[in-house]
């Protein structure tokens, strides 16, 4: 790349710079558009607060309604679709506790 | 900076800064003028404020450049809704009114600049257009020295290299 080079191509470019000069909106007309532009909305801090304090009560309350609730096991029965093998004579053994007692009578 | 004295600097910088938006909005007048007028309102409201660390015109080119890629990305955005049929929408490219308007000369620059990568675009503009440093050009793209001064490199050889390949 030689000096002679890079002058050429600046010489290419400062006659883009003269066009562009020339086509330039006046400074006043721009600033005047400038200060007629609709002022796009911000959301402030107090909304995005507002956004933030929302989002973590639905947070929240989805977390407790699915952790919270208590569950009552004693009325809970699981039905397997094998439930019908235990359907046999002397079933209700298999739900109690056997309870062994021992007569000492009967070996005296 | 008072408003005075602000819009003085604007004035001395103005047509300098036009061509920065254009080289900003590939080309495409509208859209410079749009880069343009947002830029001068965040300055004049304020939101953009000039702290000194940097020379008034760098700092003016880096508010122009970080607003004319918030339009585009805006711009791209807005060509994915339905509602891009109510309002004309900038597409990226340089304007039919503007192409006409320049010499041959500058119109082949301006078409072969266009195949480049926007960063080297950017440095080759800043450094050759707007007589920068590549120092001051990398301040205004947000690079560091070193990735400027590649930009500067690659972009400089890959526009030599078209300009002698397209026809004259």
């Known amino acids: 790349m030689t000096e002679h080079d890079d002058h050429d191509l600046g010489e290419r470019f400062h006659a883009l710079r003269r066009e562009d000069a020339a086509a330039a909106p006046p400074l006043r ?24 304090a929302l989002v973590a009560l639905v947070l929240i309350l989805t977390l407790r309604s699915r952790h919270g609730g208590t569950v009552d096991l004693a009325g809970v029965r699981l039905r397997t679709p094998t439930d019908f093998l235990l359907h046999v004579p002397g079933a209700e053994l298999l739900r109690t506790v056997p309870r062994f007692t021992f007569d000492w009578r009967v070996l005296q | 900076m008072s408003p005075e004295a602000l819009e003085r600097e604007l004035d001395q910088l103005h047509s300098a800064a036009f061509g920065w938006a254009l080289a900003c909005c590939a080309g495409d007048r509208p859209a410079a003028e749009d880069a343009l007028q947002a830029s001068y309102l965040k300055i004049l409201d304020g939101r953009a404020r000039f702290d000194g660390r940097a020379s008034f015109r760098t700092w ?21 809704l339905p509602l891009a ?63 400027a001064r590649t930009h500067y490199e690659r972009g400089k050889a890959a526009l030599r290299k078209l300009l002698k390949e397209e026809p004259e």
């Open chain 2, 85 to 147: 049929v109510l309002g004309a929408i900038s597409d990226g490219r340089p304007d039919a009114a503007t192409m006409v308007a320049r010499a041959d000369a500058t119109r082949r620059l301006t078409a072969v600049l266009d195949t480049l990568p926007r960063r080297q675009r950017e440095v080759l503009h800043l450094v050759f257009y707007q007589d920068l440093t590549i120092a001051e050009a990398a301040e205004v793209a947000g690079v560091s020295l070193g990735t």
């Open chain 2, 60 to 80: 003016l080119f880096a508010v122009v450049r970080y607003t004319a890629a918030g339009l585009r990305r805006r711009a791209a955005f807005r060509r994915w």
């Open chain 1, 29 to 52: 007309a721009t600033l005047t558009a400038a200060r007629a532009r609709p002022r796009h909305w911000r959301p402030g801090g107090a909304v995005v607060a507002t956004a933030l």
